[in-house]
């Protein structure tokens, strides 16, 4: 995964507590959160129109910045700044998150520095110079033109440094298929035929002559007949007609991750002569090898 680092300055150590806060409750890790000054100092220049002389830097401004590999410019604009009484915040976070948090930043008074540099020159401050360093004030013991010298030590030590691009994974939403099953009712037309039944009453005129001794036909007598008819009955009846499977499919694929990394690189310059069984060529070689 790659990190990032986000730089922002804030003119009161009150307005950058509530922006960490803030970041705390974005889910932001307080291990990735640096605050410089790290505790309240009683130093602040009075006199904000002059120069910041980076050979006393009096609350170690300046050197608290080396750690973020800022160039010189931008780290003598910060020191500056918490010279005045401002606060400097870093932040490590992840590229997915860099929008995220330079938002919140600002939304809570992070400074615009390159307007406030705009400013402080105008009132008389000159930036940083490579010669406002000397020996006998920096711990690193760089000479007035930048060259570091050794003193009073056997050694000194330039720390090679490189980073190392970390690729992580995370899951992101692409397309979706959504299948949505409902119930509605059709109109359906289904013939039937149906039977009824009708009862008619006929007269007819007759004349004839009645058999003898038939009594019968002087009683009582009654005939019944009922009509009947036939009427639809409905009942339904579930049946499975077709069905529509989901399946999610797992593919792997290889992607090549383009990025850039920055590390540092050393040329050795070396005058002398060959004496002493040193050869000048060699140890550049090995300096070469050895990055």
Not at 48 to 75: C, H, I, N, Q, V
Not at 154 to 173: A, C, F, S, T
Not at 246 to 262: C, L, M, P, S, Y
């Amino acid at each position: 995964m790659t990190y990032h680092s986000i730089m922002a300055y804030f003119d009161t150590r009150a307005e950058a507590e509530t922006a960490r806060q803030a970041l705390l409750a974005d889910g932001i890790d307080a291990s990735a959160i640096s605050l410089l000054p790290e505790q309240e100092t009683t130093y602040r220049r009075a006199d904000t129109d002059t120069a910041y002389d980076y050979r006393r830097d009096e609350g170690g401004f300046w050197s608290s910045m080396g750690k973020f590999l800022l160039p010189d410019e931008d780290r003598s604009v910060y020191a500056e700044g918490m010279s005045r009484g401002g606060v400097t915040m870093a932040i490590d976070v992840a590229e997915a998150d860099y929008d995220r948090v330079s938002t919140i930043v600002e939304r809570y008074g992070s400074v615009d520095l390159d307007a406030r540099e705009a400013e402080w020159r105008n009132t008389g401050w000159t930036g940083y110079t490579a010669d406002s360093l000397t020996t006998e004030d920096t711990v690193s013991g760089l000479a007035g033109d930048g060259t570091a010298r050794l003193a009073d030590r056997d050694e000194d030590v330039i720390p090679i440094v490189e980073e190392r691009l970390q690729v992580g994974k995370r899951v992101v939403q692409g397309g979706r298929v959504r299948v949505r099953a409902y119930v509605r009712e059709v109109p359906v037309e289904v013939p039937v035929e149906l039977r009824e039944d009708h009862v008619t009453i006929e007269r007819r005129p007759v004349d004839r002559a009645v058999e003898a001794n038939n009594a019968a036909l002087f009683q009582d007598k009654t005939i019944e007949a009922v009509e009947h008819r036939e009427e639809a009955v409905i009942a339904r009846e579930a049946r499975v007609v077709e069905e529509i499977s989901i399946r999610q499919k797992a593919d792997v694929r290889q992607e090549t991750i383009h990025d850039t990394v920055r590390r540092t690189k050393v040329e050795v310059e070396d005058e002398r002569s060959r004496v002493e069984g040193v050869d000048p060529d060699r140890l550049r070689d090995e300096t070469t090898r050895e990055r």
